[in-house]
T-cell receptor
Framework: DAGITQSPRHKVTETGTPVTLRCHQT?????MYWYRQDPGHGLRLIHY???????DKGEVSDGYSVSRSKTEDFLLTLESATSSQTSVYFC?????????????????FGEGSRLTVL | AQSVTQLDSHVSVSEGTPVLLRCNYS??????LFWYVQHPNKGLQLLLK??????LVKGINGFEAEFKKSETSFHLTKPSAHMSDAAEYFC????????????FGQGTELSVKP
C-alpha cells in the first residue's frame, strides 16, 4: 500500500462543467501520474509530474490540465467536461531506485475515480 | 516505436487448468516488461517484471512469464487456475528513453469457470 487516495471515487456531471479529481499520497514520492482506462485501450497516460510544479503531457492530454502545488497532491482538471471524457481515472506513483535514479517501472495505483459526463 | 500487443482480449479457463495470456512486444532495444493485474473495481497491481536478468520471471500468486527475444514475446502462465485469478491482466513496456513512461497493452480479461 503506497498510501494513495483518490477523490471523488464516483462523479456524475454534465457536459461543459468543470471537474477536478484529486490524488493524495502520504509517502513523499516524487513522480505521480494520471491515467484513464477505457475498454479496449488499456491505460493511457494523461499527464505526469516529476516534482512540485513540474508536470508534462502524456499521450492523451488534450482537454485536461494538472497542477501540483505540493508533493502530496496531484490534481487533474477537466476545464469543460465532454462525454468523451467519461472514463475511469487512475492516479499512480512510481518507484525509483535511489542510486541510479532509474524508474523501476513499478507503479502503485489508487483505486480509481469513475467519471460520467452526461 | 516501443509497444506491446496482447493477442487475446478475453481468455476463459476452468479451475485447475493452465493459464496462458499472450503478449508480444516491439522494441528497438532490449526492453523491460511487466505484467499487471486488475481485480474488479480495483487499481492495478504489479504481478511480475523482466529487466534483462533471468528470462524466466516468477511473480506473485504462482504466475510466471518467459522473455523470448527470438519470438518478441512475454507470455504469462500459471500451471493451475484458481477462481481468484479472474481479473484483467495488462502487459506493459517501459520507455527508458522517454523518462520512464509506461505503455500498456489493451488488456486480457481472464475468466475462471468452476
Amino acid at each position: 500500500d503506497a498510501g494513495i487516495t483518490q477523490s471523488p471515487r464516483h462523479k456524475v456531471t454534465e457536459t461543459g462543467t468543470p471537474v477536478t479529481l484529486r490524488c493524495h499520497q502520504t509517502e513523499n514520492h516524487r513522480y505521480m501520474y494520471w491515467y484513464r482506462q477505457d475498454p479496449g485501450h488499456g491505460l493511457r497516460l494523461i499527464h505526469y509530474s516529476y516534482g512540485v510544479k513540474d508536470t508534462d503531457k502524456g499521450e492523451v492530454s488534450d482537454g485536461y490540465s494538472v497542477s501540483r502545488s505540493k508533493t502530496e497532491d496531484f490534481l487533474l482538471t477537466l476545464e469543460s467536461a465532454t462525454s468523451s471524457q467519461t472514463s475511469v481515472y487512475f492516479c499512480a506513483i512510481s518507484v525509483w531506485t535511489g542510486d541510479t535514479f532509474r524508474n523501476t517501472g513499478e507503479l502503485f495505483f489508487g483505486e480509481g475515480s469513475r467519471l460520467t459526463v452526461l | 516505436a516501443q509497444s506491446v500487443t496482447q493477442l487475446d482480449s478475453h481468455v476463459s479457463v476452468s479451475e485447475g487448468t493452465p493459464v496462458l495470456l499472450r503478449c508480444n512486444y516491439s522494441s528497438s532495444y532490449s526492453p523491460s516488461l511487466f505484467w499487471y493485474v486488475q481485480h474488479p473495481n480495483k487499481g492495478l497491481q504489479l504481478l511480475l517484471k523482466y529487466t534483462s536478468a533471468a528470462t524466466l520471471v516468477k511473480g506473485i500468486n504462482g504466475f510466471e512469464a518467459e522473455f523470448k527475444k527470438s519470438e518478441t514475446s512475454f507470455h504469462l502462465t500459471k500451471p493451475s487456475a484458481h477462481m481468484s485469478d479472474a481479473a484483467e491482466y495488462f502487459c506493459v513496456v517501459i520507455l527508458y528513453n522517454q523518462g520512464g513512461k509506461l505503455i500498456f497493452g489493451q488488456g486480457t480479461e481472464l475468466s475462471v469457470k468452476p
